[in-house]
Nanobody, 125 residues
Framework: QVQLVESGGGLAQPGGSLRLSCAAS?????????MGWYRQAPGKQRELVAD???????NYADSVKGRFTISRDNAKNTVYLQMDSRKPEDTAVYYC??????????????????WGQGTQVTVSS
């Protein structure tokens, strides 16, 4: 079974830094394509924060450009989100997203829209 497990959320003051991690686990993972981070604040729709291709090409929401950095370690099947210069409006539940192909034992199956359980990030003084 494939899982996306996020960690690193919590409370931080404005201007502070925090790093989120998301590890894909499962003994039969064959490949992982794009990985990304989304967030959902109370009363708002889920939105893209940043994503990264398997080759390392990145894309950011305008609201986080210059403040957040997404990276990945393909050997560890892990994606990171370094959050610097945080603002109160960054408060949200952050979700990891990935495009995963795994081997079932008899064939390959692609999970192109796979989500983690979410981790709360709160920015407050």
């Amino acid at each position: 079974q494939v899982q996306l497990v996020e960690s690193g959320g919590g409370l931080a003051q404005p201007g502070g830094s925090l790093r989120l991690s998301c590890a894909a686990s499962g003994r039969s993972i064959f490949s992982i394509g794009d990985m990304g981070w989304y967030r959902q604040a109370p009363g708002k729709q889920r939105e893209l924060v940043a994503d990264i291709t398997s080759g390392g090409r990145t894309n950011y929401a305008d609201s986080v450009k210059g403040r957040f950095t997404i990276s990945r370690d393909n050997a560890k099947n892990t994606v990171y989100l370094q959050m610097d210069s945080r603002k109160p409006e960054d408060t949200a539940v952050y979700y990891c997203h990935a495009d995963i192909t795994y081997y079932t034992g008899t064939n390959f199956r692609r999970l192109s829209d796979y989500w983690g359980q979410g981790t709360q990030v709160t920015v407050s003084s």
